[in-house]
RNA sequence: GCGGAGUUAGCUCAGUUGGUAGAGUGCCAGCUCGACAAGCUGGUUGUCACAGGUUCGAGUCCUGUACUCCGCACCA
């Protein structure tokens, strides 16, 4: 470790309050060009990887990335800082979908369609956009703080995962994994392109159910059928029953006229059907629902298509055709009541899917699509799970994933759009070859034609993204990072895409690099408002993270939504909360500052920042914060070690503002500002324990706080290192000379001290003795070396209670005297304030009433535990004993403020 | 219907093997005590959703109930 003295300069240019703004962009600039966010691809030390969830090119940052972002962060940083080769590998999506829609509509407003455009057209646009917007996502990550290792940025469009991607394709093509096929599947009207089963969101919807009465052939009568899209009749091509459904069973294999159409359709049986449905018959529209559809393929039904791509109705229906949907439903129905077929519209909730990307209902559409197979892909995925060579934190998420895939059907991945990965597949006009490539191609690789026509569809988003681990490491390359990085050591990602991604990565990981992409997956919780709404446009409560970081800056924000991750479940967004951290970031500021004004400059000249004093140099407040800076160290590392994030804020919140500022800092101001060259040997050692300690504490919080710990600490007069995000991560470990500065005793003696202070402002608060007053006060210890411990500290304690006058003798008059005993670890004392002249003793009365009050409660508890028999026999000793203890003190104390009230009253 | 999560102070949430319920924030009172009013000091706040059970002892373990949230499936 290199030791770096700054020179310590008196000039406190350190303003009074903390203003993030000039700050933040001057250290990431700092960090930039220390280049101290790089990785090696070969490097000694163990190597730590994440890769980001690559965020929507042409998006912007909302607070779920903050969260997302800020939690990879600490992770990334504090492995960095503990001497890993630790990488976060930054991307972009293209989002095929979204960006496309949403350049499309920005053309339309200027009047421009994209088809009039053409596909080569359209996309140099959607590129053009592309490269204009395509730094905003990546600009607002650098303002909240994130440390990717920025040359590795990949989009998923890049030449390198393009390469990828065809290879992938071309492979699993080639392994009869990938087929083409006329399958019925979940169609946008909207956008006009087949989306895939998880793209489609199932809304419950009132609807209405429809009793239609379809007459047989023969005029022996007629079926009612029921449903709630009744403009699917016309598609219609059969009627199903029961195979053990007495009311139909004569007319089976008969025919039944279609209304409107007149097209005559059979009667078949299916097990499918519900008898106790409805009236137990069940129109059947194989090119318009799923379940129709399985049924027409097992009877051979014709499936009639009666849906355009946008969803309106085709030629040949006469006035219904060119209607949409739900305009054809109202005029077919009207048409149906004319001809007396509508028997019955009744109420009917049901639940109707949407296109999650648009809010329009997905229609079940039979078209040719590409489809990957998923069954063989997905065993070895959830085997991996299933043997913990990954890991879901927390554990809940393992049903979730188990359960989708082994329920998986095949993924359909290609979609009618122009924007994305084109399928890299040449149909050959002449001999109809399919010939599928890496390369593209211009000759037939069968007839040698020149006659090759793309196909025309690109691929699912989420294809190119289930390559992620591997493709931004270089892959198909075997490059260096690749044999380093993967697999990686953590995915952290939201829920809502376990399926979308995360499933997908394992499969394609384990099929491609034959290695699972990632060793844990941590699942976080999302962002609501803080009446526990989800965030949303519509609604008008979501947060521009950019606001709150110019409000209150990145650091405040970043730890406040890390001090509300536990368990994994949603979290609400509050800027209550935020306040509470920017105040905290105030803090630190300030107890910053507070080092330099108090400490002098000639303490630290030539002082090291793992210079330390023997024991017996330096101070019992000295011995008691290292004591506690090394609990502290412990349980961070723990923590961070388990994903606790919130108890890591917690722990760092309560050492850095309680016991460093509230406890250490007003023990050490005496000493440090004391005049009595006598001293001039505790200054500099309180100095330094000071510098030393605070220096560890910035460097603790410095993965959920970057960049107000980097920029105090480039002030420090004494640090390890000139910048803090590549130092030392403290821990017990590599701390281990000034931890042994610290000291259980010391911790004892300090902890009994406070307990006298807190009790004497205690008496003075409950009975509103200003602090302009002085007051005498007594403590009796009952033992020696409570007394002699409390003797030592006269003056502090005289100071902190703002004491005329301290005695450590019993007084033996005690009426008109505030009276308080303490008990602490097997020592017991008496605080005794005279209130005579004082203050009215009535509320003094009071306060010895409630501790009275307080103490009996506690003497009943332990009365009875102690009394019961079972408990004596059954409990572990040392807990009975303690009891006991407690007892003993409990009942003393009941005695001295009873006779101090009787005194009074 | 299946699965998951939850119910603890006014609010947001901790509570790791069962051993007298915690933090932050809010609220009340008093303070320009030589870092910080974005501060300091003191105080206030609970039928741990409900009902049973196991146990000497249950917020914690078991069973059931109610409510909330989130997936998935079905829905002619």
């Not at 590998?89 to 509509?105: C, L, R």
């Not at 994209?114 to 917007?133: C, I, S």
């Not at 008691?624 to 923590?639: A, C, N, P, T, Y």
């Not at 005695?807 to 004392?829: E, H, I, Q, W, Y």
Request: charged share 25%.
């Amino acid at each position: 470790m290199s030791e770096t003295n700054i020179d310590f300069t008196k000039e406190i240019n350190i303003e009074k309050q903390y203003s993030p703004k000039e700050i933040e962009s001057r250290i990431y600039d700092l960090w930039l060009k220390n280049e101290s966010f790089k990785a090696s691809d070969v490097s000694t030390k163990p190597p730590y990887a994440v890769i980001l969830p690559p965020p929507n090119v042409t998006g912007f940052l909302h607070l779920g990335h903050a969260l997302d972002h800020t939690i990879q962060d600490v992770l990334v940083r504090w492995k960095r800082m503990s001497g890993y080769n630790s990488v976060w590998v930054p991307g972009t999506d293209h989002a095929g979908i979204s960006t496309q829609s949403v350049v499309e509509k920005n053309l339309a407003q200027e009047g421009i369609l994209r088809t009039e455009l053409g596909r080569e057209k359209f996309v140099e646009k959607v590129w053009e956009w592309k490269n204009q917007y395509g730094d905003r996502i990546v600009s607002q990550m650098k303002r909240l703080g994130n440390s990717c290792d920025w040359d590795r940025m990949t989009f998923t469009l890049d030449e390198g995962v393009s390469k990828a991607v065809r290879k992938v394709f071309v492979n699993l093509y080639n392994k009869n994994m990938i087929y083409k096929g006329l399958k019925l599947v979940n169609w946008s009207p909207k956008l006009e392109t087949a989306i895939s089963d998880i793209e489609v969101e199932y809304k419950d919807v009132k609807g209405k159910l429809y009793h239609l009465a379809y007459p047989l052939e023969d005029g022996s009568g007629e079926i009612i059928v029921a449903t709630t899209r009744p403009e699917t009749m016309l598609g219609d091509t059969a009627v199903a029953v029961h195979p053990k459904d007495k009311r139909y069973s004569k007319w089976v294999g008969k025919n039944l006229v279609l209304p409107l159409t007149q097209r005559k359709i059979p009667i078949i049986v299916d097990d499918y059907v519900d008898q106790e449905f409805g009236s137990g018959a069940v129109k059947i529209t194989p090119a318009h629902d799923f379940n129709d559809y399985e049924m027409g393929l097992r009877h051979n039904l014709p499936m009639i298509n009666i849906l355009n791509p946008n969803g309106t109705l085709v030629e040949g229906y006469g006035a219904f055709s060119g209607l949409k949907s739900q305009e054809a439903r109202k005029k077919i129905v009207e048409a149906l009541e004319e001809q007396g077929v509508i028997k019955n519209i009744e109420n009917h909730a049901h639940s109707v899917g949407h296109c999650s990307k648009t809010g329009v209902i997905a229609e079940p559409f039979l078209s040719e699509q590409w489809f990957l197979k998923m069954n063989e892909l997905s065993k070895p995925a959830i085997r991996s799970v299933e043997s913990e060579t990954t890991k879901f934190i927390p554990e809940s998420w393992t049903k979730t994933y188990m359960h989708w895939m082994h329920n998986i059907q095949d993924w359909c991945i290609s979609r009618q759009l122009w924007w994305g990965h084109r399928i890299p597949v040449w149909n050959c006009q002449d001999c109809q070859h399919v010939n599928v490539s890496e390369d593209d191609l211009t000759i037939c690789q069968k007839c040698k034609s020149k006659n090759l026509v793309q196909d025309s569809d690109v691929l699912d988003t989420w294809f190119s993204s289930a390559l992620w681990p591997f493709s931004t490491l270089g892959w198909p390359n075997n490059t260096e990072a690749l044999k380093t990085f993967y697999p990686t050591n953590v995915l952290v990602t939201g829920h809502d895409i376990i399926f979308f991604w995360v499933a997908r990565m394992m499969m394609q990981g384990l099929e491609f690099i034959k290695d699972v992409p990632f060793r844990t997956i941590y699942i976080h919780g999302l962002i609501r408002d803080s009446q526990g709404r989800k965030m949303s446009k519509s609604l008008g409560n979501s947060v521009d993270p950019v606001e709150m970081i110019d409000q209150v800056g990145a650091d405040a924000l970043r730890i406040a939504l890390m001090s509300q991750l536990n368990t994994g479940k949603d979290l609400k967004f509050s800027e209550q909360r935020l306040e509470t951290y920017r105040n905290f970031m105030n803090k630190i500021w300030n107890a910053t500052r507070f080092a330099f004004i108090a400490t002098e400059e000639s303490h630290l000249d030539g002082k090291t920042f793992s210079d330390v004093s023997s024991k017996s140099e330096i101070s019992v407040f000295d011995q008691w914060i290292v004591f506690k800076l090394g609990q502290v160290m412990e349980s961070v590392d723990h923590d961070l070690e388990n994903y606790r994030f919130s108890d890591a804020v917690n722990t760092l919140y309560s050492f850095l503002w309680n016991d460093f500022c509230d406890w250490y800092l007003e023990f050490s101001k005496p000493t440090l500002y004391s005049k009595d060259s006598a001293l001039e040997k505790e200054k500099m050692a309180t100095s330094l324990v000071l510098f030393q300690t605070l220096g560890r504490a910035l460097k603790l919080m410095h993965p959920f706080i970057p960049f107000i710990t980097e920029e105090l600490y480039s002030k420090l007069a004494v640090k390890d290192s000139k910048i803090l995000c590549t130092s030392e991560y403290p821990t017990m470990k590599n701390n281990k000379n000034l931890l042994a500065m610290g000291s259980k005793d010391a911790w004892e003696e300090v902890e009994l001290l406070k307990l006298v202070i807190s009790s004497i402002r205690n008496i003075r608060g409950e009975n509103s003795i200003p602090l302009g007053q002085e007051i005498l006060a007594h403590v009796v210890p009952k033992d020696e070396k409570s007394q002699k411990i409390l003797s030592f500290h006269k003056t502090l304690i005289m100071k902190f209670c703002k004491l005329s006058e301290i005695n450590f003798d019993d007084r033996t008059n005690k009426s008109k005297c505030a009276v308080s005993p303490l008990s602490f670890s097997g020592s017991s004392l008496e605080v005794i304030v005279p209130l005579e002249g004082i203050v009215d003793i009535d509320e003094e009365i009071k306060r010895l009433q409630k501790n009275i009050e307080k103490v009996k409660k506690d003497i009943n508890i332990l009365n009875q535990k102690l009394g019961n028999e079972n408990f004596i026999k059954n409990a572990p000793e040392d807990l009975v004993e303690s009891d006991k203890i407690l007892l003993k003190e409990a009942e003393m104390k009941f005695r001295t403020l009873q006779e101090s009230l009787n005194r009074l009253s």
